[in-house]
């Protein structure tokens, strides 16, 4: 009862703070494919938000303004900036899943996408990057399912999270 309680404040606090479901440009097209990237976190910024410094051979996206600060794509949590309602505990429990040093799988279609100047990015983590970032910051009440119409993929698991 408390975890559901605890998830309800978090879901009323991001309706009231953030828009959960953001247009794109352009879709990519149904047949492109995955991108991978590999980088190490250098720092949390807070629940949906962390830099990296990219793995050799992968590097960083050009062309746009913060190519180093990734934003995780499925998931929108509060911010730290703005002192929001869970935006502490969001960005702890990244800390906790990715601490700095981690090596992190990147996954897009469109090597531009992007939000603010920083690269669009599905986050999977664990000995064989099993694990999805957005995916667990969902499960755990502590940000909403949001979904980019230019980054697809994994909506469905995102939006079925968000309804347990």
Known sequence: MARRSTQL??????????????PAATAPPADAQ???WYAQVTHIN?????????N?????PSGLGQPNRIRVLGVDTNEVSSSQCFA???????ESLIPIGTVVRLEARNELSE???RPLR????GPNYE?????????????LAASYDIEPDYRDDYYEAGEQ
């Open 9 to 22: 404040l978090v879901a009323m606090a991001l309706v009231a703070t953030a828009a959960v479901a953001v």
């Open 34 to 36: 995955v991108q991978v």
């Open 46 to 54: 807070d629940g949906d938000t962390f830099e990296v410094a990219w």
């Open 122 to 125: 599905h986050v999977f983590f």
């Open 131 to 143: 694990r999805d970032l957005a995916l667990e910051l969902v499960e755990a009440g502590l940000g």
């Open 88 to 94: 502490d505990a969001a960005e702890t429990f990244t």
């Open 56 to 60: 050799q051979g992968d590097d960083a």
């Open 115 to 117: 939000a603010g100047g």
